[in-house]
């Protein structure tokens, strides 16, 4: 088969993006199986299955459209369809009449009668639906899900849920920062093995044209590349909880070996592909520094460095490319950063491709998950907290009154021209970090005290992160920001509401300032200068 007509198996368009009980074209079917990449929820799948369980069992195989519950249930279809009923989606209905919420009825009222366990695949959506729609015969059922989807955890043995949220493909614990499962995947599709049928039609089609569609697919076999393409993946994952499936990863590897340019340029190209409008927020042409600047406005000029020209060849004989744009040399340069290619022209542009806000969030996660009072973690903790997050808090708090930071005072409020403030005790709640749970890579809890008295804890993702980098760099939060102002907000009034009740107070207009103390056991207040 041609190398384009396979590679366009790939695609979320494709007839064979969704996988069913029908029979495919042989090599289509063959680069399936070859892509197949085994997952923790499939290991847990199957032990389930090889665990014998009631006939009355109904195991939910939980998730959203395009992650591989077709793909897992067809699997295990083949092998077990003699032991257990298989409904592999529960949006298809079994009459043209029938609605979904139906057709689950007439299931559940089938498995009543049957001597089988049964195996539903059903999108988390339904069974949102299913729980509130369905009919009252089948109230067990219903509060089996209810109370699934409320907790979690599942209050009858009867039922089974295995739900696909429960197992990130991203991981940033003990210092390995990555996904096993989107490695492995796109390693399969570029891998030099008679085994894969892309590679074979990738050798038949470069023995009389090396196009576009060849470079990208050796550009794609750089194992480095392949890093650097994740981590983005990565970043647009704690950035803008872009939900990652097995569908939408195939699709975005069609799309960089089959997209309208070269692959660094569909990386981030917009209109073509879901991943990559996302991705197109960290295109490193929108990066700003002297030595990118200069670049970009020089290359047009014809204004070129020997080096550069000197890299060139080098590109163009390794690799075929010629004829770029700036831009699109920036993005090479980028996406090649950890390749050697003759005198490493790009690497010289290492240091303006940092991206220290993610590197520093996945430092913090890490503290929080893994501490547990090393006194090495708690000073790390302790400086992010005071230096970092505390710091944040009270030149937000005080951003109408910025003088009262010095002094360690958090305005409460202003009258007539008059800041009335209290001493800010705010300090890391370290112990209640130890005993707090995180579920996901995508946030992590704040845990703080006023003055002894813990505050409720917030859960802060990159976005927090990022704005009390900025505020601490004299940034002023503006209506752009509403979505991580709200938490911000939210700790700024717990604390208010916690030091409010000192007891001192101090008045200041902007050129004096006095306090008012409540001495409880004189029964007086007392009135002080300028503290």
Known sequence: MQFKRLLDTLARSSAQAVTTLGHGQKEQNELKDYLYVETDIEKDFRKLLESGPAEDTVIFLCGSSGDGKSEILKRYYERYSENFRFHLDATHAFKPDQNAIDALDQLFDEHRESDKPLVVGVNVGMLFNFASQGHSRHEEIKDAIESYLQSGESKSPSYKFLDFEKYPKFSIEDESTGSDFISGLI??????????????????????????????????????????????????????????????????????????????????????????????????????????????????????????????????????????????????????????????????????????????????????????????????????????????????????????????????????????????????DLKRIINETMENIYEFPVCLKVGGKPLRTFNVNVSFLELVSKINDGYRPNKHDKNTIVILEEIIDDVTKAIVQSDNLMFSDGQDRFSLTNETEDEEFVVGGGE
């Not at 044209?209 to 890093?227: C, G, H, P, S």
């Not at 460095?305 to 010629?322: L, M, R, Y």
Request: charge should be neutral.
């Open 187 to 428: 390693a399969r599709v570029v891998a030099r093995s008679d085994a894969n049928p892309l590679y074979r039609a990738y050798l038949d089609g470069i023995q009389t044209n090396r196009d576009k569609l060849a470079i990208n697919y050796e550009i794609l076999y750089q194992e480095q590349v392949r890093e650097r393409i994740i981590q983005l993946l990565l970043s647009a994952r704690l950035r803008f909880d872009q939900f990652l499936s097995a569908r939408a990863l195939l699709d975005f590897v069609h799309h960089l070996i089959s997209g309208p340019g070269l692959l660094f340029d569909n990386l981030f190209v917009t209109g073509n592909n879901d991943l990559s409008d996302i991705i197109s927020h960290f295109d490193p042409c929108t990066i700003r520094s002297r030595r990118i600047d200069q670049f970009l406005i020089q290359h047009p000029l014809g204004i070129k460095e020997d080096a550069f020209n000197e890299f060139q060849e080098t590109v163009s004989k390794d690799f075929g490319i010629v004829g770029v744009s700036a831009a699109s040399w920036l993005r090479f340069f980028y996406l090649f950063r950890d390749v050697n290619i003759g005198n490493n022209f790009h690497q010289t542009f290492r240091n303006d491709f940092q991206q220290p806000l993610y590197e520093r969030y996945i430092e913090i996660w890490r503290l929080h998950k893994k501490y547990n009072g090393n006194t090495e973690e708690r000073q790390q903790l302790r400086s992010f907290y005071n230096e970092e997050l505390i710091s944040a808090l009270m030149r937000f708090g005080n951003r109408l009154e910025p003088s009262l930071t010095k002094r360690n005072h958090l305005s409460l409020c202003s009258r007539n021209g008059v800041f009335i403030s209290a001493n800010g005790d705010i300090k890391p």
